[in-house]
């Protein structure tokens, strides 16, 4: 089946082709490591991993590179507030954000490029644009000739008349034009620096994905993805740049997640919803928070509250319930063979439905009422005096394969006994809210994990099977 994806430079679904057969080119811009990641950094990772992870499983070999910003005047400020040099605070961030997001099931990338570690590359890409006459250099600052490229504006869908409008030279600025930006900044006295044929300096902020893009994957790259903050002026000076100096096109699609709120307003430090992921980790199980990012389509804006997580995982212990019982009923399964063909065509169903949606512009959320509709069925199975090992194996393979494409795992982790006694405490209050429901589910959940709850005059007693 053709995969469709909305490419933000179109503004529409197109069917996806690739530069090279069977192989992608992806960049993702990573983040800028002067503090630990939030939850709105978290949102591109989870998305544009599980694209990377669908794309594979589709049978792509996927260059994966997502950068490392480790030099720029965030860095600079946070260096002099922490009183600690910005290769060390940024090494200490980069590990952070590394261990933030394997948390959260994101894997690595093919390449982790550093902008301290490209400075070499940078300066090259800076020579040529102005060796090509579209950036220019003024007392030790270079800056790109924004009216030299005719098709700028073509990402963010505005016309250079339209920027030109609400453009600024700021105080200490000696561009030509207000719509020209920085391709490398004149060193202030203190501040971390290097050798380059324009003085002492380092790079502006948009040149170094375009460097790097360039160095790890070629002139032009199959898709370029982020968040959607970045598509003005980010993106749009990466296409400029790239387009001027590798003289063709520079991505061919361009994919967006969409903003986070927190509680339906903006997330931000002044408002104090600034959400860390290292601390919301602690607080909730990783593979919920995944899951929950990926139960709304990546371009639509999300809103995140505890409430909202809460019911996440709720709906998350439906579907590791439903997997957990299919482990469980295994063992009581026989092999039979009357009636199983009408099962597997209905798995098979429901694969194809799977990859349908994830075909439709990567539609997790679609995907994931997949997954109900397999526990569901799952369910209404295993109910059932006499089952097929066939059957019951293939059930769960659907469902590894299914949560390995979004990237989190149903697997059972083995309850501490507080974590039981919680759960038994939970259910007896269920039971006098009259809320049966529920506490058949945490009986449900304790039985797919090896637990057998007896109720007796006297209490709860549980077991291990």
Known sequence: MTIKLYNTLTRQKETFQTIEEGKIKMYVCGPTVYNYIHVGNARPAIVFDTVRRYLEYSGYDVEYVLNFTDVDDKLIKA??????????????????????????????????????????????????????????EADGDVYFHTRSFDEYGKLSHQSIDELRSGARIQVGEKKDDPLDFALWKQAKPGEIAWDSPWGKGRPGWHIECSAMARKYLGGTIDIHAGGQDLTFPHHENEIAQSE?????TFANYWLHNGYIQINNEKMSKSLGNFILVHELVEKHDPNVVRFFMLSVHYRNPINFSDELLAEAKNSFDRLKTAYQNLQHRKTASLNLTNDDAEWHDMLADLKQRFIHNMNDDFNTANAISVMFELAKEANRYT???????????????????MSTVLGFSLQSVELLDEDIEHLIEERIQARKDRNFKRADEIRDELKAKGIILEDTPQGTRWKRA
């Open 79 to 136: 260096s002099n507030e922490m009183k600690e040099e910005v290769p060390v605070l940024a090494d200490r961030f980069i590990k952070a954000y590394k261990e933030d997001v394997a948390k959260l099931n994101v894997r690595e990338a093919v390449h982790h490029p550093r902008v301290t570690e490209s400075m070499d590359d940078i300066i090259a890409f800076i020579e040529t644009l102005i060796e090509k006459d579209v950036a220019y």
């Open 244 to 248: 001027c100096h590798n003289e063709q």
């Open 383 to 401: 109910q059932q005096k006499q089952t097929s090992t066939g059957v019951i194996n293939r059930f769960s393979e659907l469902f590894d394969e």
